[in-house]
């Protein structure tokens, strides 16, 4: 049985306490680990909660510069980490995202120099000037669920189906603090679009309390968040959380009623995959009795993989596999 259908039942119990907390600029984190808890919850808390958007808050007009207002290492800022009473390393919590809605009326997009899929990085050098830093500011139209954004000359405009998610969902890692700007076995900076209300996430406890946190809302993104940023705003969340006892988790996990996900992310973009993949066949094999050569075997002619990201430190890819193509358990 898969965690899904095991918690689904049990995560709107009658009696579930609820946290209600809207962070303080000054409670905001910008790294996963390192950092004291805000809270100690108990496994079954529901959390109704908001966060920042990836800018701090700071760029608040079209002709603001990210990089001329935002502090230095206030990426992504975390609301959080909640310590999870009883979760201990080897043990995963398990995230059900209940529901995510914009919470200012515009999104932001931006592109900063030397990030993005497109241009050179440190790690890919090329002779040639930086593209220009510039700003998209999106009107919210929740009513009609789109955002909508004009060109830089003003002369065209386009809309964007709003599909709100949380780019950031983590854990500490463990022995180090890690950058809100990188993915990794954690979660952490994801920006995965199936990490929506409805979805299941699940990630492994490193630390004792988990020490989870969570940011970065983004209004709507691409595959592949080429030019380095989604449609980026704040966002109110309403999540809970749940603790399984001695069940490890390597890699993100997401599920819902109709698909199963893995996440893995590295460089270069085709060890991502393979993470992904891995993490895959291990999960059908535990899920449907298969050995690992039957279950490679399965994941390849029935998975979809879509590349989430590939800006960040590491880039993200996603594995996704339809339940009811499971074969059942013998």
Not at 101 to 120: K, M, Q, V, W, Y
Not at 235 to 260: A, Q
Request: with cysteine; aromatic share 8%; proline share 7%.
């Amino acid at each position: 049985m898969t965690i899904f259908a095991i918690l689904v039942a049990g995560f709107f119990a009658a009696d579930q306490t609820v946290l209600n907390y809207i962070p303080k600029h000054d409670e905001l984190k910008y790294t996963f680990g390192g950092v004291a808890p805000t809270h100690h919850i108990k496994p079954g808390t529901r959390i109704v909660s908001w966060t920042e958007d990836c800018y701090d808050g700071a760029v608040t007009r079209p002709d603001q510069l990210p990089t001329t207002v935002i502090p230095t290492g206030h990426d992504n800022p975390q609301t959080g980490p909640f310590y999870i009473d009883g979760a201990e390393p080897g043990d995963t919590i398990v995230i059900h995202i209940n529901k995510l809605e914009p919470a200012r009326d515009h999104g932001i997009s931006s592109f900063f120099p030397g990030f993005g899929a497109l241009n050179g990085t440190d790690r890919t050098a090329i002779l040639g000037a930086d593209l220009p830093e510039k700003v998209w500011f999106y009107e919210v139209d929740k009513s009609k669920g789109i955002a909508r954004t004009k060109s830089l000359d003003g002369k065209s405009s386009w809309e964007v189906p709003l599909a709100p998610f949380l780019g950031c969902l983590g854990v500490s890692p463990g022995q180090e603090v890690r950058s809100t700007i990188v993915p990794d076995f954690f979660g952490g900076n994801m920006d995965c679009p199936e990490v929506h209300a409805g979805n299941t996430v699940s990630l492994g406890v490193n630390v004792p309390g988990a020490l989870l946190s969570f940011g970065d809302g983004h209004y709507a993104m691409g595959d592949g968040e080429i030019i380095g940023t989604a449609i980026e705003g704040a966002m109110n969340v309403d999540v809970t959380i749940d603790l399984i006892k001695g069940r490890t988790t390597r890699w993100p996990h997401i599920e819902n009623s109709e698909s199963m996900m893995t996440v893995g992310a590295g460089r270069p973009l085709e060890d991502a995959a393979r993470v992904a993949f891995k993490e895959m066949v291990h999960w059908v094999s535990e899920v449907t009795g298969l050995s690992e050569m039957d279950a490679y075997q399965f994941v390849s002619q029935n998975a979809k993989a879509p590349i989430i990201e590939m800006v960040d430190p590491e880039y993200t890819v996603l594995v996704k596999i339809e339940k009811k193509r499971l074969p059942a358990r013998p």
